[in-house]
């Protein structure tokens, strides 16, 4: 700088590389360096050193840490590590150990079978101390005020204060330098009279008249003659004479210089490089951090491979994803593969194509939406069960999951309906739910009382069909919802009694049927088309006659006729029929009797399965899924493949 006073920052920067640590480490990306540096104020993140070394016996991978972050405790790196570890934070560890000796650090991790130690080592860096953030603030006192400084600011800050400092201490130098000049200018003078000043001396009657004599006689001041009557006889031997005259030559020359100095701004540099390229050379070594200047984490969706992948969801709420191409090994003719391992209460309830880098949106009965991306669903084997999906998200205590919806991508041609129990109804632009959070977002705003029951993926042009547990239901166009903001309460879908409300909402498609169960073991089915347009926000119409005898609605479902349904009652009995086997009869009828239930026994629910004897009579699994491909959007879920052959 000194060299070239309008250098900028960029330029300083090719000179200047960053933070430099003992325990050396990286320091992941230049951000939060150029923003220190430009700025005043920056953030780094330093990350330790880690290496992957392949262990040729078992043909598993290691990851074995070799540098740390500054002021990182190793034992509270490793004891923390092994905490996760056991809270299944992370996941692909089988062992770790602490190797380090005197020469240096050395923590090895050995990772399970198959692990990619890429994604281990990002979770590492995202939950220990394996990766720290250091904030960088150029702060300090200017004239009495604080400030922040940028960093052509702060040097030139330096520059001017060590101008000041080298100017202060050559002045203070100088002075010196000619004090004692003068000193010896007067020993000088003695030596060469040397004979008349001990005469004057001896002739005095005390030190102090010696002193006035000989300022008098020879014009010396006060600290001259002080110099000559304290001056020892050995001064006046050759040799020390000699001495006295390259002392004086001597100290001429430096206040000749100390003056060049003061007088020649350039020369105040000079000596400011002089001294720091000795402190350079002195204490100067090897850079030990090093500085990567890419700052991007390890993204683990860029080493996922992006494939299509069957996601199965059962009725208890348990969750898993297989490779298409597991369900591909088959043809016509075939016995078909267990889809899902499911407990004798449970069955598969939805099952959907999503590609690995997909999202799969969760809604809760509180009104807040949670984001999976495909593959953090847990991959199992065909037959097992998969994972409980309250594991994979953090619900809050009675909270439980409402909906569960596929998404390729967040379009503004496409909309979630979300419906309560109490009969609100909102709309919301599928895009307003494209910035995933770690913690959920609202996704409705849920009155005190009430609970989200029910979400659906629209076109944003069909038709919604809402039925209450009284028997009443309403079909209205969906533009008679405006769309709202993602935090909103939404508006009335249908006007209830009090002691009414809604047990379920469908997207009616032509064709199809509306299956109504009540809860003591009646059903019907009723073509969509009995159920004419209303305005939403109507007392609705009948959908089933609830009398005594048939007890409330414990379900409505809309179903195409090829698929199995399964009734769900109190007692935990599951009953498994044909939807063809229940007639279709007009809307406002009772029903007729579907199972014969005990007397305290009720149904409470009704769910889609796939038709059981499919794989019995040959159909290959692969056909069901090409019938519902990523191209249908408005379809994202088929019959599931059922747990049991």
């Given at each position: 700088?000194?060299?070239?006073p309008e250098i900028t920052?960029?330029?300083?920067?090719?000179?200047?590389?960053?933070?430099?640590?003992?325990?050396?480490?990286?320091?992941?990306?230049?951000?939060?360096?150029?923003?220190?540096?430009?700025?005043?104020?920056?953030?780094?993140?330093?990350?330790?050193?880690?290496?992957?070394?392949?262990?040729?016996?078992?043909?598993?991978?290691?990851?074995?840490?070799?540098?740390?972050?500054?002021?990182?405790?190793?034992?509270?790196?490793?004891?923390?590590?092994?905490?996760?570890?056991?809270?299944?934070?992370?996941?692909?560890?089988?062992?770790?150990?602490?190797?380090?000796?005197?020469?240096?650090?050395?923590?090895?991790?050995?990772?399970?079978?198959?692990?990619?130690?890429?994604?281990?080592?990002?979770?590492?860096?995202?939950?220990?101390?394996?990766?720290?953030?250091?904030?960088?603030?150029?702060?300090?006192?200017?004239?009495?005020?604080?400030?922040?400084?940028?960093?052509?600011?702060?040097?030139?800050?330096?520059?001017?204060?060590?101008?000041?400092?080298?100017?202060?201490?050559?002045?203070?130098?100088?002075?010196?330098?000619?004090?004692?000049?003068?000193?010896?200018?007067?020993?000088?003078?003695?030596?060469?009279?040397?004979?008349?000043?001990?005469?004057?001396?001896?002739?005095?009657?005390?030190?102090?008249?010696?002193?006035?004599?000989?300022?008098?006689?020879?014009?010396?001041?006060?600290?001259?003659?002080?110099?000559?009557?304290?001056m020892r006889l050995q001064?006046?031997?050759?040799?020390?004479?000699?001495?006295?005259?390259?002392?004086?030559?001597?100290?001429?020359?430096?206040?000749?210089?100390?003056?060049?100095?003061?007088?020649?701004?350039?020369?105040?540099?000079?000596?400011?490089?002089?001294?720091?390229?000795?402190?350079?050379?002195?204490?100067?070594?090897?850079?030990?951090?090093?500085?990567?200047?890419?700052?991007?984490?390890?993204?683990?969706?860029?080493?996922?491979?992006?494939?299509?992948?069957?996601?199965?969801?059962?009725?208890?709420?348990?969750?898993?994803?297989?490779?298409?191409?597991?369900?591909?090994?088959?043809?016509?003719?075939?016995?078909?593969?267990?889809?899902?391992?499911?407990?004798?209460?449970?069955?598969?309830?939805?099952?959907?194509?999503?590609?690995?880098?997909?999202?799969?949106?969760?809604?809760?009965?509180?009104?807040?939406?949670?984001?999976?991306?495909?593959?953090?669903?847990?991959?199992?084997?065909?037959?097992?069960?998969?994972?409980?999906?309250?594991?994979?998200?953090?619900?809050?205590?009675?909270?439980?999951?409402?909906?569960?919806?596929?998404?390729?991508?967040?379009?503004?041609?496409?909309?979630?309906?979300?419906?309560?129990?109490?009969?609100?109804?909102?709309?919301?632009?599928?895009?307003?739910?494209?910035?995933?959070?770690?913690?959920?977002?609202?996704?409705?705003?849920?009155?005190?009382?009430?609970?989200?029951?029910?979400?659906?993926?629209?076109?944003?042009?069909?038709?919604?069909?809402?039925?209450?547990?009284?028997?009443?239901?309403?079909?209205?166009?969906?533009?008679?919802?405006?769309?709202?903001?993602?935090?909103?309460?939404?508006?009335?879908?249908?006007?209830?009694?009090?002691?009414?409300?809604?047990?379920?909402?469908?997207?009616?498609?032509?064709?199809?049927?509306?299956?109504?169960?009540?809860?003591?073991?009646?059903?019907?089915?009723?073509?969509?088309?009995?159920?004419?347009?209303?305005?939403?926000?109507?007392?609705?119409?009948?959908?089933?006659?609830?009398?005594?005898?048939?007890?409330?609605?414990?379900?409505?479902?809309?179903?195409?006729?090829?698929?199995?349904?399964?009734?769900?009652?109190?007692?935990?009995?599951?009953?498994?029929?044909?939807?063809?086997?229940?007639?279709?009869?007009?809307?406002?009828?009772?029903?007729?009797?579907?199972?014969?239930?005990?007397?305290?026994?009720?149904?409470?629910?009704?769910?889609?399965?796939?038709?059981e004897d499919e794989r019995?009579?040959?159909?290959?699994?692969?056909?069901?899924?090409?019938?519902?491909?990523?191209?249908?959007?408005?379809?994202?879920?088929?019959?599931?493949?059922?747990?049991?052959?």
């Amino acid at each position: 700088m000194i060299h070239d006073p309008e250098i900028t920052i960029d330029g300083l920067m090719q000179y200047i590389q960053g933070p430099d640590f003992p325990t050396a480490g990286f320091i992941n990306g230049r951000e939060g360096i150029i923003s220190a540096y430009r700025t005043g104020r920056g953030i780094i993140r330093v990350r330790a050193r880690a290496l992957i070394e392949k262990n040729a016996r078992n043909d598993r991978e290691s990851i074995v840490v070799t540098e740390l972050p500054y002021q990182v405790n190793k034992a509270n790196l490793i004891e923390k590590i092994a905490d996760l570890v056991k809270e299944k934070k992370i996941g692909g560890i089988a062992d770790l150990r602490d190797e380090s000796d005197r020469e240096g650090i050395r923590v090895v991790l050995d990772l399970k079978r198959d692990e990619a130690s890429a994604i281990v080592l990002n979770q590492l860096y995202k939950h220990t101390q394996m990766e720290s953030t250091f904030g960088i603030i150029m702060l300090a006192i200017d004239q009495g005020q604080p400030r922040v400084f940028n960093l052509k600011e702060v040097l030139q800050s330096f520059l001017e204060f060590r101008k000041e400092v080298v100017v202060r201490r050559t002045a203070f130098e100088l002075a010196k330098a000619k004090e004692r000049a003068h000193i010896l200018e007067g020993l000088i003078i003695a030596l060469d009279r040397i004979d008349e000043v001990i005469a004057v001396i001896k002739a005095s009657g005390s030190p102090a008249e010696a002193s006035t004599a000989l300022c008098s006689r020879f014009g010396l001041s006060d600290l001259q003659a002080k110099a000559i009557l304290e001056m020892r006889l050995q001064r006046l031997t050759g040799l020390e004479r000699d001495k006295i005259d390259a002392e004086y030559a001597e100290i001429s020359s430096l206040i000749h210089k100390l003056q060049g100095i003061l007088d020649d701004p350039q020369k105040v540099l000079d000596v400011i490089v002089e001294e720091l390229s000795e402190i350079r050379t002195r204490y100067g070594d090897e850079r030990r951090t090093e500085i990567v200047y890419s700052s991007e984490e390890i993204n683990i969706e860029d080493l996922i491979v992006e494939e299509d992948m069957v996601v199965t969801v059962s009725h208890a709420g348990y969750i898993k994803r297989n490779a298409v191409s597991l369900y591909k090994s088959q043809r016509r003719g075939g016995k078909g593969k267990i889809g899902m391992g499911t407990k004798e209460e449970d069955f598969v309830e939805r099952i959907f194509i999503a590609n690995t880098h997909h999202y799969v949106l969760i809604f809760t009965s509180r009104g807040r939406l949670y984001w999976l991306k495909v593959y953090q669903i847990p991959q199992a084997g065909r037959a097992a069960k998969g994972k409980a999906i309250v594991n994979l998200i953090n619900l809050t205590e009675g909270e439980r999951v409402a909906a569960v919806l596929p998404v390729r991508e967040f379009t503004g041609e496409r909309s979630v309906v979300m419906v309560t129990r109490k009969g609100t109804i909102k709309k919301t632009e599928l895009s307003a739910f494209s910035n995933p959070r770690a913690g959920g977002i609202i996704a409705i705003s849920i009155d005190e009382g009430d609970e989200l029951i029910d979400v659906q993926l629209t076109l944003g042009n069909q038709d919604i069909f809402l039925g209450t547990r009284k028997g009443k239901s309403i079909r209205f166009r969906e533009d008679d919802v405006r769309d709202m903001g993602r935090t909103a309460r939404g508006v009335r879908g249908i006007r209830m009694a009090d002691d009414d409300r809604v047990i379920g909402m469908e997207i009616p498609t032509e064709g199809n049927t509306i299956l109504t169960v009540s809860e003591k073991g009646y059903g019907k089915r009723t073509e969509i088309a009995e159920y004419r347009l209303q305005t939403r926000g109507g007392k609705g119409t009948i959908n089933l006659k609830t009398v005594s005898k048939i007890g409330d609605v414990s379900g409505v479902l809309q179903i195409s006729g090829s698929e199995d349904i399964m009734l769900i009652s109190d007692a935990g009995r599951i009953i498994r029929m044909r939807a063809e086997e229940v007639r279709v009869i007009h809307r406002s009828t009772q029903g007729v009797r579907l199972i014969d239930l005990d007397d305290n026994e009720k149904l409470v629910g009704v769910a889609r399965a796939e038709r059981e004897d499919e794989r019995e009579n040959g159909a290959a699994p692969e056909d069901l899924l090409e019938e519902s491909g990523p191209e249908q959007e408005n379809l994202p879920e088929f019959g599931p493949v059922e747990g049991e052959e």
